[in-house]
T-cell receptor
């Protein structure tokens, strides 16, 4: 299957700082990338959908000014958690899809805000 | 009502058993259907797409019933390594994906 990478795989930051997470599709061009968050023992929650070159579409309840998404190319999307707080600590997973095909997930980024 | 519903389980089965999961979806215009597996603290991995005619991949068989709006996954001859959470995923006609909350499978020796 297609390969999607995420960086960093884990990060610890202090409250009030910003954290950027990168998601890359390594061997295909992703027309759409998705950002999810998953809390322990809960299901994936879609945060936003981004298409290359256009603004991301955020799910209800997700603050677009707090979670900045940039999808500048067909192989790279970034999620920046601005002014992070302890309640933002979670497992952030991106996925990429090409056209109407399956989503392929990155390995996730575990964020801990102290 | 959730877009995609699954029995959360857990399903506890012995090695070698056959186990089946069902998933229902609410949008009759849904276009594509998938099963993913997710191991603890890992990302979901695509297990198989589900086609209208049903499809099989080794010990795994997926079925789609559009009339009743459900998808099934059958695992034969369960292995310890099959222990995971199985996610039902549906893509709608606006290219939006919906995830079920997952069904946990524990295969015991």
């Amino acid at each position: 299957g297609a390969v999607v990478s995420q960086h960093p795989s884990w990060v610890i930051c202090k409250s009030g700082t910003s954290v950027k997470i990168e998601c890359r599709s390594l061997d295909f061009q992703a027309t759409t990338m998705f950002w999810y968050r998953q809390f322990p023992k809960q299901s994936l929650m879609l945060m936003a959908t981004s298409n290359e070159g256009s603004k991301a579409t955020y799910e209800q309840g997700v603050e677009k000014d707090k979670f900045l998404i940039n999808h500048a190319s067909l192989t790279l999307s970034t999620l920046t958690v601005t002014s992070a707080h302890p309640e933002d600590s979670s497992f952030y997973i991106c996925s990429a899809a090409s056209g109407d095909y399956e989503q392929y997930f990155g390995p996730g980024t575990r964020l801990t805000v102290t | 009502r959730k877009e995609v519903e699954q029995d959360p389980g857990p399903f506890n089965v012995p090695e070698g058993a056959t186990v089946a999961f069902n998933c229902t979806y609410s949008n009759s215009a849904s276009q594509s259907f998938f099963w993913y597996r997710q191991d603890c603290r890992k990302e979901p991995k695509l297990l198989m797409s589900v086609y209208s005619s049903g499809n099989e991949d080794g010990r795994f068989t997926a079925q789609l019933n559009r009339a009743s709006q459900y998808i099934s996954l059958l695992i034969r001859d369960s292995k310890l390594s099959d222990s995971a959470t199985y996610l039902c995923v549906v893509r709608d006609n606006f290219n939006k994906f919906y995830f079920g909350s997952g069904t946990k499978l524990n295969v015991k020796p």
